[in-house]
């Protein structure tokens, strides 16, 4: 029996490990729409969400426990509706994926609508469905790797802002960055070893601007990406150790993110799957 | 390389792919509005100079102010951001709907309808849900509450220079 789709499964599989750590994270930290309890929204500037937010939708969750737990169910069950239909009812794949887009853009409109988080960080959660919409495996390599170019533009835009919008020409950026993140950290905990730090970092634009000018040279690091894909592992690498320090340094969690990390671990896969024309890929 | 092999493998795929590409770099170029899935990846870009006045929120819980340091970032945010949003929402919102929105839905036929854009809620009627809200964060009962929205001085150190209750903000 020919094995077929082994690339486009392991990354099923993988996204659907990382979609399921990070929503085991989220509960501990009580981010799950229920726990939230929204009471009212904060509308942004963003066209494509006033559209949204014509339909009302948005209105139905608030002070409704039912209606949130109704949003979670669908949104953490989708993944893995999509991983058990992919391998056992494979012609319905294509339709679930698309549900499952359909079901990710209300659940992320509306919470990020809340007081919870950006919509930026939950991009990874807009964009992967579409990639898995295409059952042939040519075309989602091709999509998967559009995947990978719009994750290097994600990275490779913030430095390239730093410098558009002249961040990366001050030197007490950073200073002011910290400042300004954690205001409520350095006047409510002071002696606290973070505040300390924070502090420290603060009266010292040497050292927190070589933190800010770093960071900016990982993100300018992620351009190398889009010529070669030599340096992947590499910029695996500078990606865990931008989302560490995210959280050390700015109290920012990010992680919502990391499923794209596949789009550059799976490079040499992509590779392989192409040198045997798509048959079976071993060890993924 | 990459777009000439997508077009002659899926033309449809390659015009939506394409499509996403351009509106994304053109968004970010003209700085515009945000236009989902399309956004701007800034990452603190902009020059934020070191201010030596700073405006916080400050919760008090049965007479003890509580402290960052004993939450999680998440649930600091939890804590926080129903505070920054409230106030925002009583400062921005309108200006936004009557400004932009409106304007810009009009454009395309769409007639906005306000309550799915500003939600108008008393001060009264957030502190009614805030308190259990946040008690089921800090997992205590609440038998007082004090928010405020404090400004402090910063030199070296911290000096509070003045404080108000929170919900005077911008109303």
Redesign the interface.
């Known amino acids: 029996m020919p094995v077929k789709n082994t690339y486009r499964s392991a990354i099923i599989k993988w996204y659907c490990i990382i979609f399921y750590i990070l929503m085991f994270y989220k509960w501990m ?3 799950f729409l229920y726990q ?2 929204p ?18 939708v ?2 139905w969750p608030l ?1 409704n426990s039912a209606g949130c737990m109704l949003f979670d169910v669908l949104f953490y069950s989708a993944p893995l509706l999509f991983f058990i239909l992919d391998k056992k009812l494979n012609r319905f794949a294509s339709v679930v994926a698309i549900i499952m887009l359909i079901i990710n853009w209300i659940y992320v ?1 509306c919470y990020t609508l809340y ?3 950006s ?2 960080g939950h ?1 990874a959660w ?2 992967f469905p579409i990639v898995f919409i ?1 059952k042939k495996e ?2 989602f390599q ?2 998967f ?2 995947l990978r ?1 719009f994750f290097l ?3 490779a ?2 430095g390239i ?2 410098i ?4 990366l ?2 030197t ?2 950073m ?3 910290l ?2 993140q954690h ?8 002696g ?1 070893w ?2 300390n730090f924070i502090l420290y970092l ?2 010292h634009t040497f050292f927190s601007y070589f933190l800010y000018l770093s960071s900016a040279l990982l ?1 300018l690091g992620f351009i190398a990406g889009f010529f070669t894909k030599k340096f992947d592992r590499y910029l695996i690498a500078a990606f865990i150790i931008f989302l560490l320090l995210d ?1 050390l340094i700015m ?3 990010y992680y919502e993110v990391i499923p794209f990390i596949l789009t550059l671990w799976f490079t040499q896969a992509a590779k392989a799957a192409k040198k045997f024309s798509f048959t079976p890929v071993e060890n993924l | 390389m990459y777009f000439k092999q997508l077009y002659h493998h899926h033309k449809g795929w390659f015009t939506i792919i394409i499509l996403f590409a351009i509106l994304q770099i053109v968004n970010n170029i003209r700085q515009d509005i945000a236009f989902s899935p399309i956004y701007q990846y800034g990452m603190y870009s902009a020059y934020i100079s070191p201010k030596d006045t700073l405006d916080v929120f400050e919760v008090a819980v049965n007479g003890k102010p509580l402290q960052a340091n004993g939450f999680s970032p998440q649930q600091w945010d939890k804590i926080t951001l129903p505070l920054r949003y409230y106030a925002n929402s009583a400062c921005n919102n309108n200006g936004l709907y009557t400004n932009d929105i409106q304007r810009l839905l009009q454009r395309i036929s769409v007639t906005a309808n306000t309550s799915d854009f500003i939600f108008s809620f008393d001060k009264n009627a957030f502190i009614k849900w805030y308190r259990p809200y946040l008690s089921s964060i800090i997992k205590e009962k609440i038998d007082s509450l004090q928010i405020n929205y404090s400004l402090y001085k910063f030199d070296s150190s911290f000096h509070k220079i003045q404080s108000s209750p929170f919900t005077q903000i911008c109303r």
């Open positions: 930290n009580g981010m939230l309890q009471f009212f929204f904060y509308t942004r500037p963003d066209f494509i969400t006033w559209l949204f937010m014509q339909t009302g948005h209105n002070n409109q007081p919870s988080n919509i930026e991009i807009l964009l295409p040519k075309t091709l999509l790797e559009g170019y533009f994600f990275f835009s913030a802002w730093k558009a919008q002249g961040g020409f001050h007490d950026e200073s002011g960055v400042l300004y205001k409520e950290l350095l006047t409510n905990s002071p606290y973070q505040s603060i009266q993100e959280q109290r920012i969690t």
